[in-house]
């Protein structure tokens, strides 16, 4: 356990020291600011006609700026961070010299996805903070009679993005492993993210629907795609009547199923990375 | 510039392209969409024959996986254009081939132009592959000749944008040197511009993007005028389109030309 906590901790100092990161969380941090700014003038009135959510409470609409964020851009951190942890030290040689100590295989791995999983609830925190802080300062006053929506859905928030981040990270953690050329394996990694995209707004579900009728595969195909998984669940979130426990439990069962994904992904990495020449 | 030697990188670049598992990966699921479209879609073009007796339907086909071919095309663009150079940096054949009498103004024009023919190709065969489907489960056009003008201006209009998508990428496979920064860039790259909506980040600014400007070259929300309704004459589409066209013509060489000034100027270590 100790060997485990080691190398978690050496994945999210790594994590935490890489510049890309960085600059990724500095790009991020600042378009954090600007989704702000732009929901202080509509919420003040600068916008006449325009609204910040489906109705009048805007803590509500607050927090679901912040699962927007965080379910759009947690899809682009989740890949790199899948992807490099691997090819980063693939490329430096270091999982020979890694593979070579006295440690089980699993205890890297374990290792890798704790402190990469910690690094997430590390920077989901970090944007919500920065969400919140700035909320208070642009729009504070016309936030105030909302703030216990706006805290209490918060949590539900955060084990929702861990978790979908972390469908993503354990994707293209498996791709990685299968896959030794680093750019191919983020391409597919990417095409994950183009499936999830297309299966749920574009028509190759249903198409695929009218040539095998009566399969019932327009619903399951739709129902596979984690992006159909965060829209109900920013609709769910969106609405006030929902309060934060009945919106978590509406989208349980959409959690769940997309903790499998993650639990799938990351048992097939164990297996990849166990069985597998991986140097 | 020598002509021969750009044709030559161009030849290499075109072959190492053709030959990349990327490509062959994005091209099975290009064709399966497509074929998909064609045998399963048919039911929404059927609709609009029935209130639309002109070619519309026809060229509905087209509009229907508008989207899901853009997002491919341009994923598999932005990475292998992005990767080009840094690939061959990694593997020492870039300073191998600047030991040559060349210009390296010459190689990247052959890198681009070999990218860019195979672009062309490879949305020609694509484009058209959909339009036969379409044609083998649904029916022709009425007007061949209006139907083959506008799959001409459509196949023009997606090149230029990929065109575009090749000097970015490029231009930011030459500014870094780690591959890793360079796939992470293509990636955010390619979230901005087709999968979150760039307006939300650039404002206005977001019309500079390709897929904005191949968007508004399909269809212009504001002025109504797309290139698959045939009950718009073409010359109106053409004339409408030529600001965008001209805009994806000057940024991609702004680019490319920003993209020869670097590397001209970087120590080829």
Redesign the interface.
Known sequence: MRNVLLIARKEFVDILSNR?VLF?LVLFTF?VF??VYDFSIVVNGGRPGAKVGLDDNNGVAAANYILYMLT?CG??IG??IG??TI??ER?GSALNTLITKPLYRDTIINGKIIGSLLFFAAYILFIMAIFTAAFLVFCGNALAPYLADYFSRLPFMFIFVLIYIGVFLSLSLLVSLLVRD???A???S??F??FS??LV????S??????LPGLGLEGLLSGLSPKSVATQAHLVFAHSWNDAYSAFFKILPGMEKLLLFMVIGMILSYIVFVKRDIS | MNAMIVYKIAQMEFVRVITSPIVLFAGIILLFIAFLNGAGGIDTLDYISSTDNTDTAVLKGFQQIFGSTVMLLTITTAFVSATTIPYERWKGSVNVLLAKPLYRRDYILGKFAGLAMFMLLFITFIVLFTGLAVIVYFRGPQSISGYAWRVMAYITVFTLSCWLVIALNMLIGIISKNILFVTAAAMTYFFIDSIWYSNRFLGFLSILTPQTLLGKCIYNANTSIGLFDSLIPFGHWLSSVIPYVSLLIIEMILLLLAGIYLFSREDSN
Do not use: D, F
């Open positions: 890309m990724v378009y600007t989704l759009w899809t682009i890949i790199i992807c490099s090819s980063t490329m680093q750019a191919i983020m391409v597919i990417v095409v993210v183009y995209e297309v707004g574009q028509s190759i249903r198409n695929l629907s009218n040539i």
